[in-house]
């Protein structure tokens, strides 16, 4: 079948139905990806890709021995009583760890104002030059913070002991959570007035490959985003990482060994004084800030960088995506597409997982919901699609055979346009106008084009009243089936209504054309029942629905014998109605292509 026209005409090519359905579903898979790649750009829904990153790409595991957390803790407050601690403390703790020989010491407490003692902070300053490998944190104010290229920049810069200025290795300890609050990124370096200003982990990075001899690190070689932050790749959840506390360091009870050679970090480890933030890997649970530093520092130590893939690469993915949608999804069932669509979406999440373990961070949500909505497009202009289809085929069809027969075929789909047939039990009905003849060649072909049609249309509501499937049109005259295709209860007397019916319907038709033509036409009917074979009878290129066998043959020759204006019935229709129709007894008559006469009865009326 050929689509001739569409509301918009047919692309070039595109020539049967088949096509033009999967041109409009390519159309839509192409504005669909157009419409992600705009998104892609904006990154509009940047929230709903952190979290699905850090659902399926986050994961913890072993943390870093090397790395230490002197907490103070709800142990240590109980200890040493309510916090700040005096400075001669700190100072007690930095001398005990000088002596264990640490690789480096990070203390995540702002020392930005000084004591009432002065003794306090230069006893403090003392211990720190001592040990000479002590990081202090700096914190950068800012007015208003927004994403743009280059670093961070601040202008105003909290130090720790104002009283000595340049005496201490410091690193900021600045964190810019997401929108949502999580804390993903850490930036490795501010702008401070145009001097770069590292992050508290990278000063703890650089003294432990100090002291260990290894090579000095470079920031260049890490990836880092436009404003010089460093993806996160979390390892430790909370309390994973081996934490001792600050007052049972103090007191001996932790034996300095246990800090050779290792990173310790010294801060708050007590929901109390409130330094805790929330991370991917426990978005319910608090993590402290000393525990962020811990796995900023054991990616810096194990190089476990992320670089996420640009946006060229995410719009090439979505691109191939779209020509797999375009080629699976437009031409597979709904299931085989569906499996399809798991295939795809489970697939992509494994490549992005082993990508991921290989540095490289891949956008999830934008080709996962672009391919599922090509999917969702793609059934919902399928569904579309047939609907007006079907729509379109029953309203054709319904002008040519019963409504019953297109039902059929559109439920039955393929399987009904098969060749072949079944056998059941139906009621034939042959009428045919008689004088037609006459009156044609006494007409012009246009007026004789209406009657037919007035005549024809006459039947066709007769048949289609009492249930009955309109067969076909044959010239002049029509077959119409009943108890076929479907179940038609007391189809022998449905189908005398209808005869009935088109002789009462016919009257007005023929005062008309008795005045206008002079002449008279009326039907002649045959109604015989029996078994009969039905379905798809033809070839494979061409076929009808129809009826055969010797109970259609009966039927056709009774209406051939009806004079005009008569119904003619068999033997076993009339033994079916008798009691609700009037009828005369013909007797015997002799039909063509039978040996033995049948029983014949015509119908005067319907009993009320």
């Not at 009432?116 to 300053?125: F, I, Q, S, T, W």
């Not at 961070?361 to 569904?383: E, G, K, M, Q, R």
């Amino acid at each position: 079948m050929h689509l001739r026209k569409a509301v918009f005409g047919p692309a070039k090519g595109v020539t049967t139905i088949k096509d033009w359905r999967n041109y409009q579903k390519h159309v839509a898979i192409a504005l669909l990806f157009l419409i992600f790649c705009l998104l892609a750009y904006l990154d509009s829904f940047a929230t709903l890709e952190n979290k699905l990153e850090d659902r399926f790409l986050q994961k913890s595991g072993p943390v870093d021995t090397d790395i230490i957390i002197i907490g103070i803790d709800d142990q240590s407050l109980e200890d040493l009583g309510r916090f700040p601690w005096s400075r001669y403390v700190h100072a007690d703790l930095f001398n005990i760890l000088a002596s264990a020989q640490p690789a480096a010491i990070g203390m995540d407490v702002i020392f930005s104002e000084p004591s009432v003692d002065p003794g306090e902070d230069l006893a403090m300053v003392e211990a720190i030059r001592e040990a000479g490998n002590v990081v202090l944190p700096v914190y950068g104010n800012f007015q208003d913070y927004a994403d743009g290229q280059g670093a961070i920049t601040t202008e105003d810069l909290v130090e720790p002991f104002p009283d000595f200025p340049d005496q201490f290795i410091t690193g900021h300890i600045n964190t810019f959570p997401d929108p949502d609050g999580i804390i993903r990124k850490t930036a490795l370096y501010l702008d401070h007035n145009g001097e770069m200003v590292p992050s508290f982990a990278w000063r703890l990075y650089e003294q432990y490959c100090q002291a260990r001899g290894l090579e000095k690190p470079e920031l260049s070689h890490i990836p880092l985003d436009p404003i010089k932050r460093m993806e996160i790749a979390y390892t430790g959840v909370p309390g994973d990482y081996e934490q001792v506390s600050y007052s049972q360091v103090l007191s001996g009870e932790i034996p300095t060994e246990v800090f050779r050679d290792r990173i310790v970090l010294v801060g708050i480890y007590t929901v109390g004084i409130g330094d805790y933030y929330f991370t991917p890997l426990a978005a319910e649970a608090p993590m402290f800030g000393v525990e962020v530093h811990a796995n900023i520092l054991q990616n810096l130590l194990q190089g476990n960088y992320k670089e996420r893939v640009p946006l060229a690469a995410t719009l090439l993915i979505m691109l191939l995506l779209a020509i797999v949608a375009a080629l699976v999804f437009t031409r597979f069932s709904p299931v085989k597409g569906l499996a399809v669509w798991a295939v795809l979406v489970l697939g992509y999440l494994l490549v992005a997982r082993q990508m991921y373990d290989k540095g490289y961070l891949l956008d999830l949500l934008y080709p996962l919901l672009f391919v599922s909505l090509a999917y969702l497009v793609a059934l919902a202009a399928s569904y579309i699609s047939e609907m007006l289809e079907r729509r379109r085929i029953t309203g054709v069809f319904n002008r040519y055979v019963a409504p019953q027969v297109v039902n059929k075929i559109l439920e039955g789909g393929e399987s009904a346009l098969q060749l072949g047939g079944t056998r059941r039990e139906i009621t034939v009905l042959f009428v045919d106008i008689r004088g037609f003849t006459p009156l044609s060649e006494a007409t012009a072909p246009e007026e004789v084009v209406e009657i037919l049609n007035e005549y024809l249309t006459l039947v066709a509501q007769s048949i289609f009243q009492f249930g009955g499937t309109l067969d076909k049109f044959i010239g002049d005259a029509a077959m119409a089936i009943y108890n076929a295709p479907l179940d038609l209860e007391d189809h022998c007397f449905k189908a005398v209504q209808s005869a009935w019916a088109m002789k009462e319907g016919a009257v007005p038709l023929q005062e008309r054309l008795l005045e206008k033509f002079g002449r008279n036409v009326q039907f002649g009917i045959g109604v015989n029942t029996g078994p009969a074979v039905i379905g798809n009878i033809g070839a494979s290129f061409r076929m009808d629905y129809t009826a055969i066998g010797d109970t259609v043959n009966t039927s056709a020759r009774l209406e051939s014998n009806a004079q005009a204006g008569q119904i003619l019935i068999s033997q076993a229709v009339y033994e079916q109605v008798q009691d609700r129709v009037e009828v005369t007894s013909l007797g015997e008559i002799s039909v063509k292509g039978k040996t033995q006469g049948i029983n014949v009865y015509q119908v005067d009326g319907i009993k009320a």
